[in-house]
């Protein structure tokens, strides 16, 4: 065993016997990834849903209309992106609308505002960006729309969108949690209207496009689908603003 170690060892030997150049480490001025890769993918993701209502406020408060106009068309001159454009919503996808509010992109004159808002300010001013482009659903249209959810999505995705209907437990994968930040802010509207159209097959999702529900007189055509998209994203979103930090005046300890 001696003999035939020492005879695994004779090339290691010899290789380092034989290379001519030092060997070092990595220093600080020589990384192994670059910070800036590193930095620039870094997202974290909202702790309560994102409000349109409180994403004006952040709007306005950093002056976005000055190039981006009151409505998100742009001011010739000083912005070229229409953030009302439909087509440029659908096609967008929140985390990429986040990286670009937090760290800017390459060639883009924009400021960062990773060291100027807060994370939770951060978030709604994206959610409101993409309200400009696709306005969410007002309160009676959500109300129409429960019963046809409650009838056809439910069963899978749970009344509250939880992804636990009566019939998770027996799918693999389990349905989707549409309160889920990390999945859902990984998708465009364009990809979520693929998937409530033409379904997954290789997750048990079907196909609803030009589909009817008989019993609630609707049918699944390309305008209503554009609506259960926006109905699921009402899940991980807010068009109500969020509930003031309540400040008590009475002095620390005495019973109000």
């Known amino acids: 065993m001696r003999k035939e170690a020492l005879l695994l060892l004779i090339p290691v030997v010899a290789a ?4 001519t150049q030092k060997m070092s480490l990595p220093t600080e001025k020589d990384e192994l990834v670059s910070k800036n890769v590193t930095e620039a993918k870094v997202v974290i993701f909202p702790d309560v849903s994102p409000s349109i209502p409180d994403g ?3 709007w306005e408060k950093m002056n976005c209309a000055e190039c981006h106009g009151l ?3 742009p001011v010739a001159g000083k912005a070229t992106k229409d953030l009302s454009e439909k087509k440029y919503g659908a096609a967008s996808m929140p985390l990429d609308q986040y990286r670009f509010v937090v760290y ?3 060639g883009v004159q924009h400021p960062e505002f990773k060291d100027k808002l807060t994370r939770r300010e ?3 001013l994206v959610i409101y960006v993409r309200s ?3 306005p969410p659903l007002k309160d009676e ?3 129409a729309i429960d019963p046809v959810f409650g009838s056809n999505c439910a069963v899978c995705h749970g009344k509250l969108g939880f992804g636990d209907g009566p019939l998770a437990k027996n799918l693999e994968p389990i349905p989707a949690n549409f309160h889920q930040f990390d999945r859902f802010y990984d998708r465009t509207d364009d990809v979520l209207w693929d998937h409530i159209a033409n379904g997954i097959k290789w997750e048990g999702m079907p196909n609803f496009l030009n589909k009817t529900d008989r019993v609630k007189n ?3 055509d390309e305008a209503y689908i554009h609506n259960l998209v926006k109905y699921v994203r009402n899940f991980h979103t807010s068009n109500q603003p969020s509930a003031p930090m309540q400040i008590s005046t009475r002095p620390f300890g005495k019973a109000e």
């Open 132 to 134: 400009l482009a696709t």
């Open 104 to 106: 800017g992109q390459p």
């Open 218 to 220: 609707v049918k699944f």
């Open 71 to 73: 409505d998100g068309k």
């Open 56 to 58: 004006k406020k952040v």
């Open 141 to 143: 249209e959500i109300a």
């Open 16 to 19: 380092l016997s034989g290379c």
């Open 122 to 124: 951060l978030w709604d």
